[in-house]
């Protein structure tokens, strides 16, 4: 399940919550919150926090992939919170090859991945 979270003050970024495993219907239910986010801003700055991720269905992957590759010059920053070893590499593996920038933060490091990613 993925849930969008929102940071007072802060209204050219968005944050999600992933707790469990994603499914396709997460993605059509964030996809529109994006698209307004880019259509507000001209651009995707995106908080998520990886609060219990389990994975992703194949649909919710081609769901992701498809979102990414149709938006990809919009991603200006993407902050991951988790605090799992794999998740900062993650991080450091999706700063490779996505077009904006990507940072890991732990949980402990909140307030500080909302004022990166804001600005």
């Known amino acids: 399940m993925i849930d969008p979270i929102q940071r007072d003050g802060v209204d ?15 993605y059509r239910r964030i996809i529109p ?12 700055r995106i908080l998520v926090y990886l609060k219990h991720y389990e ?3 194949f649909a919710a992957l081609f769901q992701d992939l498809k ?7 919009k991603f200006k920053r993407i902050a ?4 799992k070893k794999w ?3 993650m991080a450091k593996l999706t700063d490779l090859i996505m077009h904006g920038e990507v940072k890991h ?5 909140m307030d500080e991945a909302w004022v990166w990613v804001s600005s």
């Open 12 to 26: 050219n970024a968005i944050g999600f919550s992933i707790d469990g495993k994603l499914h396709a219907d997460d």
């Open 67 to 73: 979102f990414d590759v149709s938006h990809w010059s």
């Open 55 to 57: 994975g992703a269905s």
């Open 80 to 83: 991951m919170v988790g605090d």
């Open 105 to 109: 933060f732990t949980s402990d490091e």
């Open 33 to 44: 919150i994006c698209e307004q986010l880019i259509e507000d801003t001209g651009e995707l």
């Open 87 to 89: 998740q900062a590499h």
